[in-house]
């Protein structure tokens, strides 16, 4: 794992060591948030649950069998006389019952279960799939912040020249106070600027930590990723290909086909309510009575019995039990029916917007390129010529403004432009890399 750890020091005047800073690559949140997420852990468990349902199905094919014995006093105060008015009697039974036809119930209900444990999968993967692309947006968001405020370091210190230049220029007379106490102006905006970038920067590694459930005696940062221009200019694959693989790979979308399939099975075994069952019983019993002159096992043997026999069930009224819950159940397929429609529609509409996203990011990076460019060499030549007094401080900040913008249209455009390819490369293929 590429994790490191960055020692803090201790916070000076109050004897407060803050955690050692982990180092997390892109690949160690998305191992992590697999092992320890909790969503995902009890889905997990949901998914276990519905194997135990599957082997319960399945039990049904199976005939049961069971034992009992009851042990009981009776009292006779009105009996004949002589006869002894208490006895203590037994019984003992062994009892076994098997299905021989329910109309397809149980079949039903073995398909559905194993459906459902299908289905079971799909939402767990359906759930990882929703943390990796929260995690490639908080982590891309964290890469912006960090270069967003090195940018405003770079013009804090910049500002902060020029500040000290035009002092040494207001002392010996070649400006005004006035624009003195503009430059200073800004280079007070351009520091604030700075501490209000740390922060947010600060607050997208706690939206990261907190996504990972990692405790509060954790600090953590994230590894620079490296990427050129080709990532930000070149072409996304057709948007009709990219819609048929989506459709292919998307976890969500299976659930609700397999919630279809499971309606489907829910029908079969409604309808089975209707249907005649039919079902052998066969059992084995003895019992013993303390009124009786024989001993004990001789009761026991002379009182065994055995008994075989075939039960046939034919609903005829059930209060409409089974014409409700056919209802019901072809009331959900449609419903399921109608969310993998909803699906599709929605994951057209997503892919569509990532790019549109990337269309316009790509055209703002290129023209925030050239706009970048364009407003450093007139920042450099407005600096040069306010440095001899041939421009007004309003200038130099005009241009140092300019350029400022510049800067940071073109770092937003360009994390733009890879969060919305990397959305597009996920949808299309459900793999995240940075």
């Not at 094919?61 to 069971?66: A, D, H």
């Not at 990261?208 to 990692?214: A, D, I, K, S």
Request: hydrophobic share 40%.
């Amino acid at each position: 794992m590429y994790r490191h750890l960055l020692t803090i020091a201790v916070l000076t005047g109050i004897g407060f060591s803050m955690p050692a800073q982990e180092i997390w690559s892109f690949g160690d949140c998305v191992d992590w948030a697999r092992e320890n997420n909790i969503s995902l852990r009890q889905s997990e468990l949901s998914q276990q649950s519905a194997g135990v349902t599957l082997e319960g199905a399945k039990a049904q094919w199976v005939p049961s069998l069971e034992f009992g014995t009851s042990q009981g006093y009776a009292n006779t105060p009105m009996g004949d006389a002589g006869v002894d008015k208490n006895a203590y009697t037994s019984s003992y039974g062994l009892n076994g019952s098997w299905t021989l036809w329910d109309g397809g119930k149980r079949k039903a209900d073995i398909n559905r279960s194993k459906t459902d444990v299908e289905r079971s999968r799909w939402a767990t993967d359906g759930l990882f799939r929703d943390i990796r692309t929260e995690l490639l947006s908080i982590y891309v968001n964290i890469l912006y912040a960090r270069e967003a405020l090195e940018v405003n370091r770079q013009l804090a210190e910049v500002s902060a020249s020029q500040a000290e230049r035009s002092r040494q220029m207001m002392e010996s007379g070649r400006i005004s106070i006035v624009d003195y106490q503009q430059l200073e102006a800004q280079a007070e905006r351009d520091r604030y600027n700075t501490v209000s970038a740390e922060a947010d920067l600060a607050s997208r590694k706690l939206q990261l930590r907190n996504l990972l459930e990692l405790g509060i005696d954790r600090s953590i940062d994230v590894v620079p990723v490296t990427f050129d221009s080709l990532l930000v200019l070149s072409d996304l694959p057709p948007l009709a290909e990219s819609y048929d693989m989506a459709l292919a790979t998307d976890s969500r979308l299976r659930y609700d086909e397999l919630s279809v399939a499971m309606a489907d099975d829910d029908i079969k075994a409604a309808r089975a309510g209707s249907s005649p069952q039919i079902s052998v019983n066969a059992g084995i019993g003895t019992g013993y009575y303390t009124t009786d002159s024989r001993g004990w096992g001789e009761q026991m043997k002379r009182s065994l019995n055995e008994n075989v026999g075939l039960t046939l069930s034919i609903p005829i009224l059930d209060h409409k039990k089974t014409k409700t819950a056919v209802a019901q159940a072809k009331i959900a397929k449609i419903n399921s029916e109608y969310d993998v429609q909803a699906r599709r529609q929605e994951i057209a509409n997503t892919l569509e917007g990532w790019y549109i996203d990337m269309q316009s990011a790509r055209s703002r990076y290129v023209a925030a390129v050239a706009n970048e460019r364009a407003a450093a060499l007139s920042d450099e030549y407005v600096a040069e010529r306010f440095a001899v007094g041939y421009v007004e401080s309003t200038e130099l900040l005009q241009s140092h403004q300019s350029l400022a913008s510049a800067r940071h249209e073109v770092i937003q455009a360009k994390y733009m432009a890879l969060l919305a390819r990397k959305m597009v490369e996920f949808l299309r293929t459900g793999n995240i890399t940075l």
